[in-house]
């Protein structure tokens, strides 16, 4: 079992840049794909990135691609989200969640196995 904590969340204006993390604790950080998935209000939950347990294998939602990047610092159990060129519809509450099948990366939130409690992320216009 793996607990997830996010941090990096806040208010930035449109263009603006924020570095999301989710930390990691209570098993091996290695043995997971982690994944961010966003919720907005009155909106389903949706993925964002992915990234395999090397780091050797990403995936992006086509509204976040060439605008955020997945990353992850296995001896610090750590993945990050790096998020650039910031818009308003980026708003949302972001979570970080992790897959037991590392040999995958799952665009899916029903096959991640563990979540995180999220954090807001608001750009203002």
């Known amino acids: 079992q793996v607990q997830l904590v996010e941090s990096g969340g806040g208010l930035v204006q449109a263009g603006g840049s924020l570095r999301l993390s989710c930390a990691a604790s209570?098993?091996?950080?290695?043995?997971?794909?982690m994944g961010w998935f966003r919720q907005a209000p009155r909106k389903e939950r949706e993925f964002v990135t992915a990234?395999?347990?090397?780091?050797?294998?990403?995936s992006y939602a086509d509204a976040v691609k060439g605008r955020f990047t997945i990353s992850r610092d296995n001896a610090k159990n750590t993945v990050y989200l790096q998020m650039n060129s910031l818009k308003p519809e980026d708003t949302a509450v972001y979570y970080c969640?992790?897959?037991?099948?590392?040999?995958?990366?799952?665009?899916?939130?029903?096959?991640?196995?563990?979540w995180g409690q999220g954090t807001q992320v608001t750009v203002s216009s």
């Open positions: 969640a992790a897959d037991r099948t590392r040999v995958r990366v799952s665009t899916v939130g029903y096959e991640y196995d563990y």
């Open positions: 209570g098993d091996t950080f290695s043995s997971y794909t």
């Open positions: 990234i395999n347990w090397s780091g050797g294998r990403t």
